[in-house]
């Protein structure tokens, strides 16, 4: 199924799932010079898994008036990855991938500089556009995939 993913082809000469280009469009959201903060490609590479972000939210999210998504992607290594324990307080309640969701999502309105339009599955692409190795994509197709329910906030095998 993966190698069908990435490598299918459709007739015009391009690859058949757009999803495929979300973690490499534009040389990828973790590249150099490009990871600490969001740009264009990134609001692009989002609509690749079906997803967008108001309009007034992309404007917040490429201007970060207020410098806090390049504080905390900057806080979280490039080279992170899910698998490494010390990757664990990335992702820990007060840690920087933690705060980055929080902000995004602020389902509590906490922060009053959310960009505007962004919810649970849009931050979660965002963020995994950012940090590939380190925040999965994880929404309801993956969900269906490892039959969990469409409510599951729970990681994959847990529990």
Known sequence: MLRTYFTGWRSKGDLYYSGAHF???A???DREGAADGFEAADLVAVTMLKVSVAPHGAVNLLTDPEGHWHRLLSAIPRD???????SDPLVAEGGPAWELWERLVNRDRTYPSSPDGVRSVVAGKLM????PHLIPVYDTRVKTLFRRPKTDHRRVGAG
């Open 23 to 25: 973690e490499r469009l």
């Open 27 to 29: 040389g990828g959201g």
């Open 80 to 86: 992170a990855r899910l698998e490494e324990p010390a």
């Open 128 to 131: 995994a556009r950012k940090r």
